[in-house]
């Protein structure tokens, strides 16, 4: 039943707001209607300002919804529960819970529009909602919303790559670097924005993580525009050559029509590093026969160190051999294997790697004519037959997972493109990872067979660049914090060894430690044969026995872009995983009360790293550009 609430009137009759609380009253948003029909909404923590007036509205080609519009109706606030469970997040069973306050709109026009929210005690998030129904589409031309944030706060950004630049034409993939703690309203380097999460503090210490989620095939990817005037972020749309080839750019579809849900986690840095808001927005699993194939784990991967001409049948098996001697659970065969191993061989190492408890996954190639990538198999997977009768076939080879490289953007055919990928893997019973992609937004929630994707610069780039490679620390604290905030994250981490012709500016420790800090439902570990047989057997057992998925995470202790303390448990064992992003040594006093009997790696140099019997006395030292990493009983 729908009622009208009261409202609090301010400076006339035609200017008035309501107030929307969290359940624990700690964030308060304030829905605000000014004069000429104009909505916008501001936002306080624990009465602290942390976004002000920021504009709301949808220009859709028929209609106008940003500007005259009048409340008709309000909805009684609702409480929203939902659990669920996860296989490659920060905990396995998640609870959410928000209070629902709907808005029932109409423009000059008597066209409808419904604004929904969603308040729990970590963040809000917001949607548009067209109601109805229409033989026609609908498109939408321009969405206003903004995050307005005051003058005075900070953020941590990553620029959006600009379409069809990069080699061979290959992105945007989300690769770039990080920007740390530059004031608000800085403009971006490149014109095509920003990209999500973005991570904002306000001078009173409270953080803001914007993403989005429930992004179904119906809207295009969005980011944040590259001007932002005084602090007040607008949302951008994909450039023209975003899209699957002839398919549409931005958003159009038929009535009813949700727009996907703008999410915003705020609070301390505890509350916003522990945030489930990414997939709690998300649309709930899809129905699947069974989950019992979806088995998130560790793998084995030549190519990152030893590059094409791995790609070999003789030092696959090796790599088999690997992943078998670490108990790993799979192993990935990347680009060009149609040729330089073939199907047929292929075949046989499937079948040697299930006599050894591992599972191959394969590499391919997405495009298209949107980049002009050479390596194969390539324009397998552009149309529903080809893609499921490719799935088919190694399916049927034994074969346990893909990874889809080089895509294209994310206009909303693209966007398509990944879902129609995903449904039909699921279908068929394919593990999915994304490589040179776009960012989750949650889809690890609704297909729980989308193990990982990479959208970040990763590890591949610290060995094809020194100059990358001493940026390193400062940009995975940063990623921690941001891009691997909600969704998993293919960083492929962990050389402990060596890299050609690349100085590691990280310690042991640090590397190791991106095992427990890095999000990933399938881990694909960089380190090679001849790297790990020069470590100690307390390293390899650490790997053997690492956990390949989390039901419980907590934050200790950190600074975005600078240093990282938290801990994860797995059943009854806790590991602990620091970072130091800075070239100076950081104390840290922590309460590990938590934490029963263990040992942890702690660095003695740059290539040394040594076990300890016995749990941090409350004060780690982390060295600069290291770590440190452990495994304790729970009490």
């Known amino acids: 039943m729908k009622t009208f609430l009261a409202f609090y009137m301010f400076l006339s009759t035609s200017v008035f707001a309501q107030e929307m609380l969290s359940p624990n009253r700690a964030i308060k948003v304030k829905l605000n209607t000014e004069v000429g029909g104009k909505f916008t909404y501001s936002v306080s923590f624990s009465g602290k300002p942390v976004m002000e007036p920021s504009q709301l509205g949808i220009i859709r080609k028929d209609g106008d919804f940003s500007k005259g519009l009048q409340i008709i109706s309000?909805?009684?606030?609702?409480?929203?529960?939902?659990?669920?469970?996860?296989?490659?997040?920060?905990?396995?069973?998640?609870?959410?819970?928000?209070?629902?306050?709907?808005?029932?709109?109409?423009?000059?026009?008597?066209?409808?529009?419904?604004?929904?929210?969603?308040?729990s005690n970590d963040g809000f998030a917001f949607r548009y909602y067209f109601p109805g129904t229409s033989p026609d589409i609908k498109y939408i031309t321009e969405e206003l919303t903004t995050f307005n944030f005051p003058e005075t706060a900070v953020a941590w950004m990553q620029p959006m790559s600009?379409?069809?630049?990069?080699?061979?034409?290959?992105?945007?993939?989300?690769?770039?670097?990080?920007?740390?703690?530059?004031?608000?309203?800085?403009?971006?380097?490149?014109?095509?924005?920003?990209?999500?999460?973005?991570?904002?503090?306000?001078?009173?210490?409270?953080?803001?993580?914007?993403?989005?989620?429930?992004?179904?095939?119906?809207?295009?990817?969005?980011?944040?525009?590259?001007?932002?005037?005084k602090g007040d972020y607008r949302i951008g749309f994909p450039q023209e050559p975003e899209v699957f080839t002839g398919g549409e750019l931005n958003p159009e579809s038929k009535l009813p029509w949700y727009t996907p849900w703008r999410v915003i986690a705020l609070g301390t840095l505890k509350t916003v590093s522990e945030s489930t808001l990414g997939t709690d927005l998300a649309p709930k699993a899809i129905r699947l026969k069974s989950q019992d194939w979806i088995k998130p784990g560790r793998a084995?991967?030549?190519?990152?160190?030893?590059k094409d001409e791995s790609i070999n049948?003789?030092?696959t098996r090796m790599y088999i051999d690997f992943a078998a001697d670490m108990k790993w659970e799979y192993c990935l065969v990347d680009v060009n294997w149609?040729?330089?191993?073939?199907?047929?061989?292929?075949?046989?190492?499937?079948?040697?790697?299930?006599?050894?408890?591992?599972?191959?996954?394969?590499?391919?190639?997405?495009?298209?004519?949107?980049?002009?990538?050479?390596?194969?198999?390539?324009?397998?997977?552009?149309?529903?037959?080809?893609?499921r009768k490719e799935f088919q076939r190694i399916k049927d080879m034994g074969v346990a997972g893909v990874k889809i490289d080089f895509f294209g953007g994310d206009g909303q055919s693209m966007i398509r493109y990944y879902i129609?990928?995903?449904?039909?893997?699921?279908?068929?019973?394919?593990?999915?990872?994304f490589h040179g992609a776009t960012l989750p937004r949650g889809w690890q929630k609704t297909y729980p067979h989308l193990m990982t994707a990479e959208a970040i610069k990763g590890q591949e780039m610290v060995t094809f660049s020194q100059d990358f490679a001493n940026e390193q620390p400062a940009h995975v604290l940063t990623a921690v914090y941001t891009r691997n905030l909600f969704d998993p994250m293919d960083?492929?981490?962990?050389?402990?060894?060596?890299?050609?012709?690349?100085?590691?500016?990280t310690t042991k420790t640090f590397e190791l430690a991106s095992t427990v800090l890095f999000l990933s439902g399938i881990q694909h570990l960089a380190e090679s044969p001849m790297g790990m047989s020069n470590q100690s057997e307390d390293i390899k057992n650490y790997l053997r026995n690492l956990p390949s998925s989390w039901e419980e995470t907590k934050f200790l202790a950190g600074e975005p872009g600078k240093y990282i303390l938290l801990a994860r448990r797995s059943g009854n064992?806790?590991?602990?995983?620091?970072?130091?992003?800075?070239?100076?040594?950081?104390?840290?006093?922590?309460?590990?009360?938590?934490?029963?009997?263990?040992?942890?790696?702690?660095?003695?140099?740059?290539?040394?790293?040594?076990?300890?019997?016995?749990?941090?006395?409350?004060?780690?030292?982390?060295p600069a550009y290291g770590g440190i990493v452990g495994v304790f009983n729970s009490l």
């Open 420 to 433: 129609d990928i995903l449904n039909d893997a699921a279908d068929i019973g394919l593990l999915i990872n």
């Open 74 to 119: 309000v909805e009684k606030v609702q409480e929203v529960q939902e659990k669920y469970e996860t296989l490659n997040a920060k905990r396995k069973s998640i609870s959410y819970k928000a209070n629902r306050y709907v808005f029932h709109l109409q423009n000059e026009r008597q066209q409808p529009m419904d604004l929904e929210f969603q308040l």
């Open 573 to 622: 064992k806790w590991y602990l995983g620091g970072m130091n992003g800075e070239k100076k040594t950081r104390e840290i006093k922590v309460d590990l009360s938590f934490l029963g009997e263990g040992y942890f790696f702690e660095d003695v140099s740059r290539q040394e790293s040594i076990r300890k019997n016995q749990k941090p006395n409350g004060k780690i030292s982390l």
């Open 491 to 505: 960083f492929t981490p962990m050389t402990l060894d060596s890299i050609p012709r690349i100085h590691r500016v």
């Open 300 to 306: 084995s991967w030549s190519w990152i160190i030893l």
């Open 162 to 229: 600009d379409a069809q630049t990069g080699w061979e034409h290959c992105h945007p993939s989300y690769e770039e670097g990080y920007l740390r703690e530059i004031k608000v309203g800085t403009p971006s380097p490149i014109k095509a924005g920003w990209v999500y999460p973005a991570l904002f503090r306000t001078k009173d210490q409270v953080y803001v993580a914007i993403t989005e989620a429930g992004l179904d095939g119906t809207y295009c990817g969005t980011r944040l525009q590259a001007e932002s005037p």
């Open 313 to 315: 049948y003789d030092t």
């Open 338 to 387: 149609d040729t330089t191993i073939g199907y047929e061989r292929m075949k046989e190492l499937v079948d040697y790697a299930a006599q050894k408890q591992v599972k191959l996954l394969l590499w391919y190639n997405s495009a298209g004519s949107w980049n002009t990538t050479p390596y194969h198999p390539r324009n397998l997977l552009l149309t529903r037959e080809s893609r």
